[in-house]
């Protein structure tokens, strides 16, 4: 799975806890630099290699949040549920303000703190599905780590998710992987 990347320059360094005062958003997750750092409120996003966020009880695959010392990135998985990409466009408006920077980049295209929300991402999503439909052909099972658990996706599963009318392909996506992170027990057949 592909990601698409978000870049707003910065050197001014935020806590966990400081990206969580929107109480919209989550952290479910660190790829810590160090197995000893646990994380909290208090601890720099740059302790980690990267920090996954997503909208509470909305997020499938959430999204990444990294710092270098230099610039924050935002990475959000190209197959994300239109939940997640509302999520992580809201993300940016927040860490936009947060920094007072006055824009993030994406592929040399510059994106304020209104115009970010207007991303359109279903471009991005149409073609990682079909990337996503030719891999089930090949591969009875394709896993995509979701924000709490593994999401299996064989042929049949896909199936029930894009035969659909059109104008319901992104919401029928994105209740059936909400279904699978947001319930206590999940099994795919």
Known sequence: MKSVIFTIKSNQSLRIGEVLQAELFECYSVSAKDAGLKPSADSLISDFHSVQ???KEKSSLGFRLSFDGQAYQV?????ATASD???????????LILLDVTVCEHDGVAYDKDSILDFHFT????????????????HPIVEIMGVKRPIYI???????IIHVPDEQL?????QRLRFTQQLNAYYSE
Not at 75 to 79: E, Q, R
Not at 123 to 138: C, G, W, Y
Not at 154 to 160: A, P
């Open 53 to 55: 966020f997503g909208v």
């Open 75 to 79: 990475s959000v998985p190209d197959l």
């Open 85 to 95: 990409w509302t999520g992580a466009l809201m993300f940016l408006k927040t860490l």
């Open 123 to 138: 471009d991005i999503f149409l073609s990682a599905l079909s990337e996503l439909t030719k891999e089930v052909k090949v």
């Open 154 to 160: 064989n042929e049949l599963y896909l199936g029930q």
């Open 170 to 174: 992104l919401n029928s996506y994105d």
